[in-house]
């Protein structure tokens, strides 16, 4: 059980995080989300003692981390691939990291052969692939078989295949009882991993929520119509009751009623659709669309190319109902942004 | 080489009821919200794992050979040549080992690097966050890496004396002449350039940089040397400069080596224990506020 309360960490004027407040549970995995630059690995440093808090209290089971007398065996940390000499061999690395615990030798062995580097063991880490790296990194996480177990954005540049793998891995050391701790800026990894999701924008806390009750929350369902007889076609919908919005490119967005009965609709009227076809907002976007407020870093793309539903054609604020277009936040930020510049 | 597969399958024959902690397969017994404790007993960590795992950090190094294979080539190599070049006369109220002092006024350098590097590589490479996390009690790691470092230059510099003063008397010592005794040339020079070396690491873990730690050690080491030939020009600054003279790193091992009838250089000594101590202090000092 890790628990935060009222975490605060400045730096000058900027506030990297902001009076975080939230509890890791054990046994489920518990992801932690938020867009570059969100403080989630300055908050994995404060966790860890490496960053002293500006402000507020962070435990694990009710002890700071450097009143852990064996932190190895407690807790397990992936902070950054490449957070190794790299002119030490993969077998020296985790051996002076054991020594230092007080964990058995036979355990480097055992922890390299979890991981899979067991044929490099002799290599200097300085010549490992990203993903090997990032297996090392966890094979040190491994070394004191933790029970708390905490990772930094772990499949940031891995193949498929070690997704895949950092995926079992994580969900099996939960389900041993566990407390994972999975920080990413990937909804769509999490949604495969995570029970829990906490979400932290610009340090503030956004969201502390199960995986279900979000998804359940965010997956917004609408229809997408297209027809040349655009304006009967709203004015049948409208007769019929159905608010329709108009999403820019000549395509129509209908939520909370059937494709079927639109197209009964359409098809009463006697009107040609070109499309008619029923969408998924993706976790992805309801994501985006959480965070957009707190993005810190907007590459700057012309309106042209502004996603759908957000585009120039969209009438402000006019997406009805609790999920507005994603990155529509985003446009409203941006143009306030122009207004004071 | 081969790209490492991930282990689909658990890994075969664990030993004895070693948990299958990352079995990836989905086979694992666990049952969810039962928490899970760590079949590793646990102890409290003590000053003696730090010690360890410096030792593993500082052999499993390639800088560590050759900082410490130049200073021995340096120390003993050039010892050596000197040794060869004088004779038995040479050695009259001087100590046999005062070949290796040519090679030390060089090889002191190679200490100064190992000392920084010791440190201030893993600030460098990112090592530093790992080391933290596995020992949360900071002190605890930079004692560790000041004690092996220490007794690593410390026993390497005693070595390469001795080596240079015995190969030395038994080429010279023919009873001609009274040499004196090498004894105190032995503890003290090791213990001098051994000292260089602690205060480079206490520099290296407050500057956190190696290029800029080694840079204000070869500083401290050679702007005493050549300033007082500038200082001595004027009047008011001569003070200064003769102390700088009397004091400077070359000079002062000069003195514990007993040339031109030195006087053991023990308050030279105490200087360097004295500005040591005050590097490590705030080395721990800072060491403990700052952020990692």
């Known amino acids: 059980m890790i628990e935060l309360a009222g975490l605060t960490k400045r730096y000058g004027e900027k506030v990297a995080v902001d009076r975080l407040t939230f509890t890791v549970r054990p046994g489920i995995v518990t992801g932690f989300l938020g867009p570059n630059g969100a403080g989630k690995s300055t908050t994995m440093r404060m966790l860890l003692g490496l960053d002293h808090p500006t402000a507020g209290d962070v435990r694990i089971d009710g002890l700071h981390y450097d009143q852990l007398k064996d932190p190895m065996t407690y807790i397990g940390a992936l902070l950054d691939a490449k957070a190794m000499h790299g002119g030490r061999s993969a077998f020296n690395h985790l051996l002076c990291l054991a020594q230092s615990n007080g964990i058995p030798r036979a355990r480097v062995h055992e922890v390299l052969d979890t991981v899979g580097l067991t044929a490099v063991a002799g290599k200097k880490a300085k010549g490992f692939s990203l993903g090997m790296g990032q297996r090392l990194g966890i094979a040190g996480a491994l070394l004191g078989d933790p029970q708390i177990l905490m990772f930094d954005e772990p499949v940031n540049g891995l193949d498929p295949e070690g997704i895949h793998w950092i995926r079992n891995l994580m969900k099996g050391l939960a389900a041993q009882g566990r407390t994972v701790f999975v920080s990413s800026h990937l909804m769509s990894e999490m949604a495969l991993t995570a029970d829990h999701l906490v979400v932290i924008g610009q340090g503030r806390l956004l969201a502390d929520t199960s995986m279900a009750d979000f998804i359940r929350a965010n997956s917004r369902s609408y229809v997408r119509l297209r027809s040349p007889q655009q304006e009967r076609l709203r004015d049948v919908l409208h007769e019929a009751g159905i608010t329709v919005v108009e999403a820019g490119n000549g395509t129509l967005e209908v939520d909370g009623v059937g494709a079927d009965r639109l197209g009964e609709l359409a098809a009463g009227a006697g009107l040609v659709l070109h499309e008619l076809s029923p969408q998924q907002a993706s976790l992805e976007e309801a994501f985006m669309q959480l965070t957009a407020e707190s993005v810190e870093y907007h590459a700057h793309s012309d309106p042209a190319s502004s996603p759908p539903g957000a585009g120039p054609g969209a009438p402000s604020g006019g997406v009805s109902g609790p999920a507005p277009g994603w990155g529509e936040q985003w446009n409203q930020q941006q143009a306030r942004k122009n207004e004071g510049a | 080489m081969s790209t490492p597969h991930p282990q689909q399958a658990p890994a075969p024959v664990p030993p004895q009821g070693a948990p299958q902690q990352a079995d990836p397969s989905g086979k694992w017994q666990g049952l969810p919200g039962a928490a ?104 605890r790691v930079l004692a560790a890496k000041f004690l092996i470092f220490f007794l690593v230059a410390y026993v390497v510099s005693f070595c390469a004396i001795g080596l240079v003063g015995l190969i030395t008397s038994g080429m010279h010592e023919d009873g001609s002449v009274e040499a004196a005794p090498m004894g105190g040339t032995l503890l003290k020079g090791s213990l001098y350039v051994s000292l260089l070396g602690v205060l480079a690491l206490a520099v290296g873990a407050l500057l956190r940089h190696s290029a800029g730690a080694i840079t204000a050690m070869l500083g401290l080491v050679l702007v005493p040397a050549i300033l007082p030939a500038f200082l001595m020009i004027s009047e008011s600054m001569r003070p200064i400069g003769e102390k700088m003279l009397d004091y400077n790193a070359p000079n002062s091992l000069s003195k514990i080596f007993e040339i031109d009838g030195g006087t053991g250089g023990t308050s030279q000594l105490w200087l360097l224990i004295g500005v040591t101590a005050a590097a490590i202090v705030g080395a721990f000092i800072r060491l403990e506020a700052r952020d990692v």
């Open chain 2, 36 to 139: 899970y404790t760590s079949p590793i007993p646990i102890k409290r960590t003590h000053l003696g794992n730090a010690l360890a795992s410096e030792w593993t950090k500082i052999r499993s190094v390639r800088s560590t050979m050759w900082t410490l294979g130049i200073f021995l080539l340096l120390v003993i190599g050039t010892g050596l040549a000197i040794a060869a070049n004088t004779e038995p006369r040479d050695y009259a109220d001087v100590p046999y080992t005062l070949p290796a002092f040519f090679g030390l006024i060089l090889g002191q350098i190679c200490l100064i690097t190992l000392g920084v590097l010791v440190v201030s590589s893993e600030y460098g490479t990112g090592m530093i966050r790992t080391t933290m996390t596995a020992s949360p009690q900071r002190h």
